[in-house]
């Protein structure tokens, strides 16, 4: 499951859908019943939830898992793109 989330989150970060950069506050909570911004599966309240705040949006959340893949991919992208410049 790790690759096919990976992939969409590159998807993801390529097309705006998530964010490329690292602005923003993070905290981390119990899951919200709301779908995570990554893989679109429901975070439980059993789940532990990362979300991260952004001015201008209602922010996004996080599986802990797939917060990880995408911070992960962030850095990846952001060190490519700038290796490329």
Not at 9 to 15: C, L
Not at 42 to 54: A, M, N, Q
């Amino acid at each position: 499951m790790n690759d096919a989330v990976r992939r969409v989150v590159r998807d993801k970060i390529s097309d705006g859908r998530l964010p490329r950069d690292r602005m923003g506050a993070v905290s981390a909570s119990h899951g919200i019943d709301r779908l995570c911004d990554a893989c679109s599966l429901s975070i439980s309240p059993e789940e532990v939830v990362y979300k991260v705040l952004r001015m201008g949006s209602d922010g996004f959340v996080f599986h802990a898992t797939c917060f990880a893949i995408w911070r992960y991919e962030q850095h990846s992208m952001t060190s490519v793109r700038s290796a490329l410049d």
